[in-house]
């Protein structure tokens, strides 16, 4: 699967476009090797690590335990001989003994939210039960949210160990938020000891979970047994293998029928949520999953379900009776999925389910953890948002503990003309793509702004650092450089093929140099506006399908004195969106002073 899809998957790149005017440093290339070249492509000898974890897990709802235990199977594809392993173990970060409450990180400011990467006083952690190797008892060096194994003997290029370990830690309510409970429901993600990737490029990436910087894992299969009682209702990473077993003859039938409905089919109904199996027993619920980098899951026994489908990939939307906003949320997702796979690269994986919870918005493979939020606005945002990082970094696979603005930049770029179509015609869906450029001045300040290479525990400005600028970036790229051309051109770089992990390298490829500074140096001009009072219209192809884009780029009063063109290539007279989009807020509206914003970091 890893090889296949490898071999299919073709991102182009927006940042790697012509040069246009020199204002940013020139970097050197590093020198080609076998394994990559100068711009970081893969080279013919090019590998990556694989692993295969096979887990059986228990959550015990009265307590909170959760308790496993994993056989993990490790490829060495790497040239190098390897003495020892790297691994997380990311719950440790709500150990109070930890590194990360010795560091007393203040909370991350987020535009108008605040973002905190405690656990909130929950003393929790990781107890390991053991860890072997062929049966041989070791005894790892723990450091805060990563482990050191030293091999009985180096596990030598082309070989393969096979490691045990049983663990159990107790579910915080609030897990750095990113993973966590609230009453019945658990949202339940970095929870599986799991390898630190080993590269090319920097060796072992142990870099601790602290809370800012996410993930960067290595590809592999997953076959998980998880156990709860049977009135739970579980969604995860990979394919459920048992339905037979853990679904209801009706559940069976209404999802056979989803897999031809383009419009929400109610599973487990309001009427039926919470009373589908019983607490007394229990029940496993078995999900395999290839070519997938992590594996999360959530379980509720309060849980309202449907789905839909998109060709071949279901669309599972679960929701609590509490949230019935959320009946519009299939259609949302649906929508995103169709629009990313058609644009982009179609979606590869069996299905795609978003679940509404305690978690202000993350993504794992197949399965997103998303708020039900206060607005459509917000809440088709969200949804679309975490939905895109299936393409970035699931599929492509960056290295996000270092630089996020490759993910959340990337995903935030296609996130805004996803959102235009959904709400197309609105003053909002009309306005929303140039929402990066109006907040380039209360951002960009000389002196303060950081470059996008800035790591997450460094930026003071996430939002605009690592999700609008780099957004803007490739929205300014692709105006300038393709303008009046009918599509990005086809021979433009790929920026990764996937599922690979891509490093510090590609970045150096980057040609559109006027933006050079805003990667290296938190330094440079948008310098691309026309004169005053026209329309510049661009276009944009993945290779795949062609999307225009138009962008007034006026002062307010010749803009609302004017004609303009909505992003479906009509002209249309609207006052409210012609005022959005030049920026006059109406203080009634709720957007007056709440700009539309993501309002957690993921």
């Known amino acids: 699967m890893i090889g296949r899809l490898a071999n299919a998957l073709s991102l182009v790149a927006v940042l790697a476009v012509p040069a246009l005017g020199q204002t940013g440093p020139q970097l050197p290339l590093p020198a080609p090797t076998p394994y990559r070249a100068s711009s970081g492509r893969p080279g013919h000898a090019y590998w990556q690590q694989r692993l295969d974890y096979r887990i059986t897990a228990t959550l015990d709802t009265a307590t909170h335990e959760l308790r496993g235990r994993e056989l993990i199977r490790y490829t060495n594809n790497s040239p190098d001989a390897l003495s020892y392993l790297w691994m997380f173990l990311e719950q440790n970060i709500c150990s109070r003994s930890g590194i990360t409450e010795k560091l007393d990180q203040p909370p991350l400011m987020f535009l108008g939210s605040t973002f905190d990467f405690s656990c909130k006083e929950f003393d929790g952690g990781v107890t390991l039960e053991h860890v072997r190797i062929g049966g041989q008892e070791l005894r790892p060096a723990i450091y805060g949210t990563t482990m050191r194994i030293d091999l009985p003997r180096p596990l030598a290029s082309g070989r393969m160990l096979d490691l045990d370990i049983a663990w159990r830690f ?177 979606y590869p994986y069996s299905h795609i389910t978003s679940v509404e919870g305690p978690i202000e918005g993350m993504e794992y493979p197949m399965l997103t953890f998303d708020p039900r939020a206060p607005s459509r606005e917000e809440r088709q945002w969200v949804l679309a948002h975490e939905l895109g990082h299936q393409w970035m970094p699931m599929i492509v696979g960056s290295n996000e503990r270092l630089y996020p603005w490759m993910d959340e930049g990337f995903n935030t770029f296609i996130d805004l003309a996803g959102a235009a179509r959904y709400f197309a015609g609105t003053a909002y869906g009309d306005s929303i793509e140039v929402h990066p450029l109006h907040l380039y001045q209360d951002h960009a300040i000389p002196g303060e702004e950081q470059p996008l290479i800035t790591r997450p525990v460094e930026v003071k400005d996430l939002f605009w650092t690592g999700y609008q600028k780099p957004a803007l970036m490739m929205q300014t790229c692709a105006m ?82 004017s004609k303009w063109i909505s992003h479906t290539g009509t002209a249309r007279e609207s006052e409210s969106g012609c005022r959005w989009r030049c920026g006059i807020r109406d203080p009634n509206s709720r957007f007056g002073s709440d700009r539309p914003r993501k309002s957690v970091v993921s």
């Open 170 to 346: 107790t579910v915080p309510p609030y897990g750095a938020g990113r993973m966590g409970r609230d009453g019945s429901l658990y949202q339940i993600a970095q929870w599986y000891p799991r390898l630190a990737v080993y590269d090319d490029v920097r060796g072992w990436n142990h870099d601790p979970y602290i809370g800012a910087g996410e993930f960067y894992l290595e590809y592999g299969s997953f076959d998980v047994s998880l156990t709860l009682p049977s009135n739970y209702t579980v969604a995860a990473t990979g394919t459920l293998r048992n339905p037979e077993l853990v679904l209801t003859p009706e559940q069976r039938s209404r999802l056979a029928g989803a897999r031809s409905a383009t419009e929400p089919v109610p599973i487990i109904t309001s009427v039926e949520a919470g009373k589908v199996g019983t607490p007394a027993r229990t029940a496993t619920w078995r999900f395999t999953a290839d070519s997938v980098r992590d594996f999360a899951f959530a379980a509720g026994s309060q849980l309202r379900w449907d789905a839909s489908a998109y060709g071949k990939v279901l669309i599972h939307t679960l929701y609590r009776p509490s949230a019935p906003e959320w009946e519009e949320a299939n259609r949302m997702v649906r929508d995103a999925l169709q629009y990313f796979s058609e644009q982009w690269y179609p």
């Open 480 to 561: 300038r450089c393709w303008e009046g051309s009918a599509s990005m051109p086809r021979s433009a770089p790929t920026y990764g093929h996937g599922p690979i992990n891509i490093q510090r390298r590609p970045i150096s490829s980057v040609s559109c140099a006027m933006h050079r500074g805003w990667i290296w140096t938190g330094t440079g001009e948008i310098g691309c506006s026309p004169r005053p009072g026209s329309i510049r219209r661009w276009t944009l192809s993945a290779g795949l399908r062609t999307a225009k884009r138009f962008f007034c780029r006026t002062g307010a009063p010749c803009c609302c004195r």
